[in-house]
């Protein structure tokens, strides 16, 4: 069936610098996405969404980019800090639900 | 108000067992979820309430799983006659009717059967 999916498990990065997890999606229609973020023995927590009709959304220290074409999302985190160390997944609204990829492990190297 | 709770926080059971577990919403949230994830995995959606109205149920599901809602607050999640294969983190989520911003997730429940 259709699914949202992460292309890496893993990614290492050295403190202070920036981070890019990448999403691809397989359901064209889909028109909302959202980014989480998952501590250990923690529920996910909401980082920041992303609407169809844009392709680019900052937050703080935080950026979503969406391209339609490709239906390929990522998150952006500038200068990583040690307590972004957590899993990261994208997530689509279908309906009244949410619909989660899989995850990427982020860990932050001092 | 503090959030989402979940409780217990930890569960662990003998195969054959009925669980149950509980999730307090945020307070003026009119609507809850119930999903579960396994290691490694990304959530998946289970079940959710409209204030008491249980509304949409994933084939997830089985007919080992029930889901209360019964004031439109508080929700219970029991498994019957759990199996290993149920061993998971269950989490609530609840959000305000056509906020989603406001999609707010519980620290979950782990669930271990033995």
Known sequence: GESVGLHLPTLSVQEGDNSIINCAYSNSASDYFIWYKQESGKGPQFIIDIRSNMDKRQGQRVTVLLNKTVKHLSLQIAATQPGDSAVYFCAELRGNKLVFGAGTILRVKS | ?114
């Open chain 2, 1 to 114: 108000d503090t959030g989402v709770s979940q409780d217990p926080r930890h569960k662990i059971t003998k195969r054959g067992q009925n669980v149950t577990f509980r999730c307090d919403p945020i307070s003026e949230h009119n609507r809850l979820y119930w999903y579960r994830q396994t290691l490694g995995q990304g959530p998946e959606f289970l079940t959710y309430f409209q204030n008491e109205a249980q509304l949409e149920k994933s084939r997830l599901l089985s007919d080992r799983f029930s889901a209360e809602r019964p004031k439109g607050s508080f929700s219970t999640l029991e498994i019957q006659r759990t199996e290993q294969g149920d061993s998971a983190m269950y989490l609530c989520a609840s959000s305000l009717l056509g906020d989603t911003y406001g999609y707010t997730f519980g620290s979950g429940t782990r669930l271990t059967v033995v």
